[in-house]
């Protein structure tokens, strides 16, 4: 039974998405691990708990990045602030038994939690975020390179010890 719920979950955020430019998962899903999630991803595509998918406006982005080896992720987002904003933290992947592959994160220098925690569904270069206290709050993340402008204003290692 939780997984066919899993199953149901993962055909609505497809139905919800059609208006998103990504493919409607061709390939079967992937096992979420930090290895298999490591690496850069852009967001394309979101909900805000209404149910209607969202591109991002243009000249919006929001770029992850995830660090397999210490489980650490850097944010450069320019949602609330137009010149852009870098956040680091640290994430951790866990399984729910109903759920499936969650992810949580918390920001470095005490900036708190994630307003929500996810079930993640990855395929090969795409994944589904869906927040588990509000499943109207999704989010689709391709796989990219994050751009040398962009990617330049993350802290140097040395900064952020």
Known sequence: MKNWLKIVAVALVALAFTGCKHDLYPNPAREVTPHTLAGQWKLVCYSDGNAVAHNLAEGSYVYLEFTRKDRTFTEFQNINNAFGTVRTGVYNIYTDEEAGAVIRGMYDYGAGDWAHRYSVTLFDD??????LDDPYQQCVYERCEIPE??????PAEDDEK
């Open 126 to 131: 795409e994944m589904v975020w869906i927040a």
């Open 149 to 154: 402008e962009i990617a330049s204003q993350a």
